[in-house]
């Protein structure tokens, strides 16, 4: 008998798809070394949970190979687009055009999100709608091989697919989702072996029971003393989220085709964030307000990279020493009534600078050494680079920036600033002027006119964030960036820096670290892979403001006085380029949480309406009960398919519980004899002629079936009175016979 027969038939077929299904949810502990904690690994259970219930269903109204599975796949696929990638607005079950082009966008930043992170990776919702419908896609398969084509065995591939990125990368996921996953494999293949005698069943299911536990066992056992073999040091496998090793240093002389790609994992700085205040909001709040580390700015620029300007004016000052980016307020000591007061306590790491990582609104900063302050370009010198173990700390005093106030800012533009409207004489010059212009028709003032052009930069369908660039086909890098539409954070940067001084707005380069990642501990850890540009833009009487142009996968939300959300009147860019909101006014720090998703390009802010859910799961449990309804209703009725194969196993159960049995190794023939050899010496006279003849015609009916090339169909009333015939023959009482037999049903 065939294990695709076994398979298919009675409670094998539906207790085979379960086991699938829990198989494939174990299996998914391989990704727990490469991806961060979240809410995916529920959604994705879930969502193989209702296939499983899809496909079961499918499969008891039909005898198809094929259609369970398509079903499943059909089903599958419109829950996910419903749940994930309806349009802001759309009906859920309305799947569409709109639905489709929303999916392909979030496949397309899924697919950013991977090739940028570090592990562990978190699981933004653009990525949890792949491993979601990897999940599904894994069920099916292995479903189909299991059942529908009878190759159980042949599941294995779809359950080492699954393992494959973690062994290939070298980040071990759980050994005891392993372990589980292979003890579902061996019961799979357990319920793909023929039907024995109950004795024989128990000895088998023994058999395999201990024989998984053993496996179990062994693995747990044996893992850490294979793995210590020398042969896995001769393997050379890729290296990822890791990135160079050593000190760590920021080139100052940036070009836009070569610098800060190579990232590395080293923790350059830790620091601590408490607010002045009582009203704090707790570490993410006040991380979002002390934004970005600033090592040094950058002022000239010659079409393909940034060099460093001449000259400045150092001044030392002493522990208490007072800065700021605006000179009127240099020498002026901190107040919480010009904005929010942050103390920040940091300690240096693999850093090997000269100058000194400061927030972007620093106050007073204190250190040991001999450290100056270039007030021209905001930034702490020093003759000697830091070292580890260093410590320093800082009073940030942000101000109360507001769309409002940037929007009234006005006043000439200081001698000091105007070199910072230099724009370099490349060949596309004049290209790059009149796209500012296009971008920011609409704007009125600096502000909106500088709020459009991130808004252009940070629109996903516009631009893809991607650390391999091209080599340049012109003198001017900005324009080739334009033009490929792919690049990181010095092409996104320095664009807008450029296009900004098009338009008369003065704009350097920041070049220091993201905030980092938020511990355990409360502190925050900076490595060299938080590497980092971004542009300034000067506003007379405030001084320079931060934006960001960088795309979300790699920064998260812009700066609060430049979310598009908090602008009371928003500057679009004409229709030809007309950008997607990008973020969410509730987005904090860089390093939000995967639940978070407000940063992400044309996703649809948390927390998600509630709507969607119940009205897919509702579709769920309608269809599934449809389809156990009809379930049962199909079973009531007399099988219309009954087989040789099964008919032949319905009179060995029934004689069992008579006590007339015969080995597995015999054949039909032989097992016929084996019948009436019992009949006759239980009840002293053989089956009556015609139970005889039942019993040789069904075994004959067998051997075809077996072993005939092209077997003939038989009528499945014709089976069942054989069977019947020969049931009633063995339970009828005989003269001179004991007590009668208890009747034999032909039926179950």
């Known amino acids: 008998?065939?294990?695709?027969?076994?398979?298919?038939?009675?409670?094998?077929?539906?207790?085979?798809?379960?086991?699938?299904?829990?198989?494939?949810?174990?299996?998914?502990?391989?990704?727990?070394?490469?991806?961060?904690?979240?809410?995916?690994?529920?959604?994705?259970?879930?969502?193989?949970?209702?296939?499983?219930?899809?496909?079961?269903?499918?499969?008891?109204?039909?005898?198809?190979?094929?259609?369970?599975?398509?079903?499943?796949?059909?089903?599958?696929?419109?829950?996910?687009?419903?749940?994930?990638?309806?349009?802001?607005?759309?009906?859920?079950?309305?799947?569409?055009?709109?639905?489709?082009?929303?999916?392909?966008?979030?496949?397309?930043?899924?697919?950013?999100?991977?090739?940028?992170s570090v592990v562990p990776m978190a699981v933004w919702p653009?990525?949890?709608?792949?491993?979601?419908?990897?999940?599904?896609?894994?069920?099916?398969?292995?479903?189909?091989?299991?059942?529908?084509?009878?190759?159980?065995?042949?599941?294995?591939?779809?359950?080492?697919?699954?393992?494959?990125?973690?062994?290939?990368?070298?980040?071990?996921?759980?050994?005891?989702?392993?372990?589980?996953?292979?003890?579902?494999?061996?019961?799979?293949?357990a319920l793909a072996q023929p039907p024995v005698s109950r004795d024989g069943a128990g000895r088998r299911a023994g058999v395999v029971l201990a024989g998984a536990a053993g496996l179990v066992a062994v693995t747990l056992a044996a893992g850490p003393a294979v793995s210590a073999v020398p042969v896995w040091s001769w393997v050379d496998l890729p290296d990822v989220g890791?990135?160079?090793?050593?000190?760590?240093?920021?080139?100052?002389?940036?070009?836009l085709r070569e610098s800060l790609r190579d990232q590395s994992s080293q923790v350059v700085l830790t620091y601590t964030v408490e607010r002045v205040d009582d009203d704090a909001d707790g570490p993410a709040a006040t991380a979002s307000l002390v934004g970005p580390l600033r090592s040094f700015t950058l002022r000239d620029f010659?079409?393909?990279?940034?060099?460093?300007?001449?000259?400045?004016?150092?001044?030392?000052?002493?522990?208490?020493?007072?800065?700021a980016s605006d000179r009127s307020l240099i020498g002026a000591a901190p107040e919480a009534s010009r904005g929010t007061l942050t103390d920040v306590d940091v300690s240096i790491g693999a850093?090997?600078?000269?100058?000194?990582?400061?927030?972007?609104?620093?106050?007073?900063?204190?250190?040991?050494?001999?450290?100056?302050?270039?007030?021209?370009?905001?930034?702490?010198v020093s003759r000697d680079r830091t070292e580890a173990g260093g410590r320093y700390h800082m009073v940030v005093e942000v101000p109360d920036l507001s769309p409002d106030v940037l929007r009234t800012s006005s006043g000439d533009v200081p001698e000091e600033v105007q070199g910072y409207l230099d724009v370099p004489d490349t060949e596309h010059a004049d290209d790059l002027r009149a796209l500012a212009a296009e971008l920011t028709a609409d704007a009125t003032t600096p502000y909106d006119q500088a709020l459009a052009l991130q808004t252009y930069f940070r629109d996903g369908t516009q631009f893809r964030y991607d650390t391999s660039i091209d080599p340049g086909e012109s003198d001017d890098a900005v324009w080739d960036f334009l033009q490929s539409r792919r690049g990181y954070c010095v092409q996104f940067a320095t664009s807008?820096?450029?296009?900004?001084?098009?338009?008369?707005?003065?704009?350097?380069?920041?070049?220091?670290?993201?905030?980092?990642?938020?511990?355990?501990?409360?502190?925050?850890?900076?490595?060299?892979?938080?590497?980092?540009?971004?542009?300034?833009?000067?506003?007379?009487?405030?001084?320079?403001?931060?934006?960001?142009?960088?795309?979300?996968?790699?920064?998260?939300?812009?700066?609060?006085?430049?979310?598009?959300?908090?602008?009371?009147?928003?500057?679009?860019?004409?229709?030809?380029?007309?950008?997607?909101?990008?973020?969410?006014?509730?987005?904090?720090?860089?390093?939000?949480?995967?639940?978070d998703q407000g940063g992400l390009p044309g996703v649809v802010a948390n927390p998600r309406t509630r709507g969607p859910l119940i009205a897919v799961v509702a579709l769920l449990v309608v269809a599934a009960g449809v389809a156990a309804a009809l379930a049962?209703?199909?079973?009531?009725?007399?099988?219309?398919?009954?087989?040789?194969?099964?008919?032949?196993?319905r009179l060995r159960d029934r004689l069992r519980r008579a006590g007339i049995t015969w080995a597995d190794s015999r054949t039909p023939r032989q097992a016929v004899a084996a019948v009436r050899a019992q009949v006759e010496a239980r009840r002293g006279r053989p089956l009556g002629p015609e139970a005889?003849?039942?019993?040789?015609?069904?075994?004959?009916?067998?051997?075809?079936?077996?072993?005939?090339?092209?077997?003939?169909?038989?009528?499945?009333?014709?089976?069942q009175s054989w069977v019947a015939a020969v049931l009633t023959d063995v339970s009828t009482r005989a003269p001179g016979d004991g007590p009668a037999a208890s009747p034999l049903p032909a039926e179950a």
């Open 1 to 116: 008998m065939s294990g695709g027969a076994t398979l298919r038939r009675g409670w094998r077929s539906p207790a085979a798809t379960a086991l699938t299904a829990v198989a494939t949810c174990t299996a998914l502990g391989a990704m727990s070394g490469l991806l961060a904690g979240g809410t995916w690994v529920l959604r994705a259970v879930l969502a193989v949970a209702g296939a499983a219930l899809v496909v079961g269903g499918t499969r008891s109204l039909t005898r198809s190979t094929w259609l369970p599975s398509l079903v499943g796949l059909l089903v599958g696929a419109y829950a996910l687009l419903a749940f994930y990638a309806t349009p802001p607005g759309g009906n859920p079950l309305l799947v569409g055009p709109g639905t489709v082009r929303h999916a392909d966008q979030l496949v397309q930043q899924a697919a950013q999100l991977i090739e940028t």
């Open 126 to 189: 653009p990525v949890e709608l792949i491993l979601v419908a990897a999940a599904v896609l894994v069920f099916l398969a292995a479903d189909l091989l299991a059942v529908g084509c009878g190759m159980p065995a042949l599941t294995g591939i779809a359950y080492v697919a699954v393992w494959t990125p973690a062994v290939v990368l070298g980040f071990p996921g759980s050994t005891w989702a392993l372990a589980a996953t292979g003890f579902c494999y061996l019961l799979l293949l």
């Open 242 to 255: 890791t990135g160079a090793v050593g000190p760590v240093r920021l080139a100052d002389d940036l070009d």
């Open 302 to 323: 010659d079409g393909r990279s940034w060099q460093r300007e001449p000259g400045a004016d150092l001044t030392e000052w002493d522990p208490e020493g007072l800065l």
């Open 351 to 380: 850093l090997r600078e000269q100058r000194l990582p400061v927030t972007t609104f620093p106050r007073t900063v204190q250190i040991d050494g001999p450290w100056t302050y270039d007030a021209a370009r905001d930034e702490v």
């Open 496 to 595: 807008m820096t450029v296009l900004a001084r098009t338009l008369g707005i003065p704009a350097r380069l920041g070049v220091g670290f993201l905030p980092g990642e938020l511990g355990t501990d409360r502190s925050y850890r900076v490595t060299g892979a938080d590497a980092h540009a971004w542009p300034e833009l000067y506003f007379p009487g405030t001084g320079w403001v931060r934006f960001e142009p960088t795309p979300a996968v790699q920064t998260g939300p812009p700066p609060s006085w430049s979310n598009p959300f908090s602008a009371s009147a928003p500057t679009t860019a004409p229709s030809a380029a007309t950008p997607r909101v990008t973020t969410s006014p509730s987005a904090a720090a860089t390093t939000a949480a995967p639940q």
């Open 632 to 649: 049962v209703h199909r079973r009531r009725r007399p099988a219309p398919g009954l087989a040789p194969e099964v008919a032949w196993r």
């Open 692 to 719: 005889d003849r039942a019993l040789l015609a069904l075994a004959g009916a067998l051997e075809r079936e077996r072993y005939a090339p092209d077997p003939e169909a038989y009528d499945p009333t014709e089976l």
